[in-house]
């Protein structure tokens, strides 16, 4: 690109970049100008001042008046300026217009800059000396062909009122003593002058201007520098919230449209998508796309024999078209020059065993990606592999479970069916409804009941034991249970077998004041809170005590049950919450039990991202404590 | 007074004599029906007081879908004389599976859920209620 009249010489491509460049440029050309104006206020006064002050200070005779002159027309044309230049940033004019309004003051400064020269003794003048300052300046704010072309205007300038006050085209106005000695006609003066002028002025031109291209171009590379960074933390804050995004969820069409839709964004490009193996092996089939015409979705699956560019990446390359439209390796070229796709990045897709796909970036330029877009996409790439492939799994698992609930269904009405028909047939017989049995076949009976009623809490615990360890086994948790109302049921509920054994049942609620709201489910909460109350009677002696506490803090709340029962051997603690455990004290005190209560309730507070912990003394009395997160803790 | 007829719709038969004795021994009226089709046959033949249903019977859903038939509160029903006749479901789906059916859920229109195996003092008491009696 063409340098522009200010010097700022367009060497970024990258359009970002470019928009960080257009706002400096604009706020140095409007302070410049700015600049530029207040110092030729102070120059105006400067003017007039030594007008009036310098001939009769110094006892020179000079034409004070002319200076006047000078000095007012240099005011009056700045105060004009001042206001082009205050309409121009109100109407936030283009930057063409403060460039044109620079270039128009430097034209009228050394305009005036000629006369001051002509009416304070043309070539002997020591004005000229001034005319350092605004070579400087114009070299600071000009590109270097500018700069030298306004030095060259001012050596004309100075050589055209020498000649022509020499050749006495023009009066030559003598100040002060120099009068005596008219040295605007002596030719070696001139030529001396004017060449020792010509020199210094270049000299300096070239000087600022090499120093100041120099800090330009620092500039430059800073601006370039800071917009990449920009550029690199605006892809690593991509990189990151892709990974949020596409972690935060197992649903795999919700994973694969994030991950196109991140992607496009973060590139600032048009389009993006992600092509799936399918089971065959063979062929590469869309399952998400941000940005691309339905027609190009559905021009037909990618059939790996035909199609060299995605055999190639899902082998593990990344591969950067320039130009997709031309190249061979695309199964229909034709397609992508159709809707304007040119540039292409192919990622691979690999999960932990094998290729899953191939993550496409589209631009309709050509030669757009660079290598910093491969790293990028492969990384993006990289992160969704393992997204898709959780996301997979889980697919995977959650038809496991459908099976799962459809098992234990069965399971459920086949294996407990005729357990029940059979306790309700015997029961039936005990109860004397089909007529009088004697003492002894009734005590028959009635052992037989106990045994299947063991059988048929063994099934019912597998099966909760099972449920807890279904992640939705328990139901879906959807707006929490509230633990004051779920525990006053269960205390409820327990009362009657406690008074029938004669045990004090308590219920303290030390969470008051407001609700304690869990994220669970009422069964599972059930289940975990009938276990513990109804061990905790089984194993107090009459006359004992069972207290079911109701705690909470900031994150979680907590349903303790103590009692003060035979308590548990030390060493049976570590193996209390295992399968079909039992103390052995407990087998004393209750033959049969199926040892599935804790494991139920273990695996139950689990599913809920709970805790169970027990603390017991043999013989005073164990405390089993639950800890549940709060809902407002999810 | 004749006694209350109770028409009891079961599959297994085992299930059904256990239910049938002791509702007889207390003095109801016991008929039976060992499907869907029959049961909606007995219903028209019988006209009971109350039936007792199994939940499941020829598919996991049989027993719903005889309660919604008689249930149903289109005034066109074929049933619709049956439409206040008291239902007890009996089900052996454990209530802690996620399969958790409850009567107030709008498709169930039964009165009272029983799970087995069925206490017979419950089923009698249950029986009586909803009988008036």
């Not at chain 1, 590379?221 to 800071?226: A, C, D, K, M, T």
């Not at chain 1, 399952?287 to 024999?305: H, I, N, T």
């Not at chain 1, 599972?524 to 109350?533: P, Q, S, T, W």
């Amino acid at each position: 690109m063409a340098d522009s009249p200010l010097g700022f010489s367009d060497t970024h491509n990258a359009i970002p970049l470019q928009k960080q460049v257009e706002p400096l440029r604009e706020a140095e050309l409007i302070s410049s100008t700015d600049w530029f104006i207040r110092i030729r206020w102070l120059a105006a006064i400067g003017i007039l001042v030594g007008a009036f002050l310098v001939g009769p200070v110094l006892q020179l005779e000079m034409p004070a008046s002319y200076f006047a002159w000078i000095g007012f027309v240099v005011l009056l044309y700045n105060i004009i300026l001042y206001y082009i230049a205050r309409r121009y940033r109100q109407a936030s004019a283009s930057l063409s217009s403060f460039s044109r309004l620079v270039i128009t003051q430097i034209a009228l400064d050394w305009l005036s800059m000629g006369l001051l020269i002509h009416y304070s003794g043309g070539i002997e003048s020591p004005v000229i000396f001034f005319f350092v300052f605004h070579v400087v300046i114009a070299a600071t704010f000009f590109s270097r062909s500018i700069s030298f072309a306004l030095t060259i205007l001012a050596i004309f300038i100075l050589t055209g009122i020498s000649l022509a006050e020499y050749f006495k085209i023009i009066p030559h106005i003598a100040v002060g003593h120099l009068k005596d000695f008219p040295l605007y006609s002596d030719p070696l003066y001139i030529f001396a002058v004017l060449v020792f002028f010509s020199s210094t002025v270049l000299v300096i031109t070239f000087l600022v201007s090499t120093i100041t291209e120099r800090l330009r171009r620092r500039e430059a590379e800073v601006v370039n520098l800071s917009a990449n960074l920009l550029q690199s933390s605006a892809r690593l804050q991509a990189l990151n919230e892709s990974a949020r995004a596409i972690n935060s969820t197992l649903e795999l069409n919700e994973v694969l449209n994030r991950l196109v839709k991140n992607t496009a964004e973060a590139m600032s490009i048009r389009a993006c998508s992600i092509r799936l193996l399918d089971k065959t092996g063979k062929l590469l089939q869309p399952v998400a796309a941000y940005g691309l015409s339905q027609a190009y979705l559905e021009k037909g699956p990618l059939d790996l024999d035909n199609d060299p560019l995605d055999r190639k990446v899902l082998e593990g390359e990344v591969i950067n078209l320039s130009d997709a439209s031309s190249s061979s390796l695309l199964q229909y070229p034709e397609w992508a020059a159709q809707e304007g796709y040119f540039s292409m990045i192919s990622a691979p897709l690999i999960g932990k065993n094998k290729p899953l796909g191939v993550l496409r970036a589209y631009t309709n330029k050509k030669d757009h990606f660079s290598s910093d877009d491969e790293l990028f996409l492969s990384a993006i790439a990289a992160q969704g592999s393992s997204a898709i492939e959780n996301a997979l799994a889980f697919q995977t698992i959650e038809s496991l479970d459908a099976t799962k609930a459809a098992y234990i269904r069965v399971f459920t009405h086949e294996l407990r069916s005729p357990v029940s028909v059979t306790r309700s047939l015997l029961q039936t017989l005990s109860d004397g409804y089909v007529g009088e049995i004697t003492d002894q076949q009734k005590d028959i009976v009635d052992r037989g009941i106990r045994r299947i009623e063991f059988l048929q809490k063994l099934i019912d615990d597998l099966l909760d034991l099972a449920a807890g360890k279904t992640p939705d086994g328990t139901g879906e948790v959807t707006e929490g249970v509230v633990l004051e109302e779920l525990v006053d049921q269960v205390y409820k509920r327990f009362q009657v077998p406690a008074e029938e054994k004669k045990i004090e049942l308590i219920c303290q609620d030390e969470a008051e004041p407001g609700v304690t709201r869990v994220w669970a489910t009422v069964e599972g909460l059930d289940r975990i809170c009938n276990n513990l109350v109804s061990n905790s009677i089984k194993y107090t002696p009459e006359g004992g005590q069972v207290i079911i506490i109701l705690r909470r803090d900031q994150k979680e709340a907590c349903i303790c049950v103590k009692d003060n029962g035979i308590g548990i051997p030390k060493e049976s603690i570590n193996h209390l919450f295992e399968e079909f455990y039992r103390a052995p004290n407990a087998k004393a005190v209750q033959r049969e039990g199926t040892g599935l209560g804790l494991s139920i309730v273990k695996e139950t507070a689990a599913s809920f991202g709970g805790k169970v912990s027990v603390e017991s003394e043999l013989g005073k009395g164990t405390t089993f404590k639950v800890t549940i997160p709060l809902l407002s803790s999810n | 007074m004749s006694p209350k007829r109770i028409l009891l719709v079961d599959d297994d038969p085992d299930q059904r004599l256990t239910v049938r004795l002791p509702l007889e021994a207390v003095g109801y009226e016991v008929f039976e029906a060992s499907n869907s089709e029959e049961g909606l046959k007995a219903v028209k033949q019988v006209k009971p007081d109350l039936i007792v249903l199994d939940v499941m019977m020829d598919s996991a859903t049989a027993g719903f879908q005889l309660a919604l038939d008689l249930h149903s509160p289109d005034p066109n029903s074929e049933y619709i004389e049956f439409k206040d006749t008291p239902i007890i479901m009996l089900t052996a789906i454990h209530s802690t599976t996620p399969l958790r059916f409850s009567p107030d859920e709008f498709y169930l229109p039964v009165e009272i859920f029983l799970e087995k195996p069925i206490e017979t003092k419950v089923l009698l008491d249950k029986v009586k209620s909803y009988l008036g009696e």
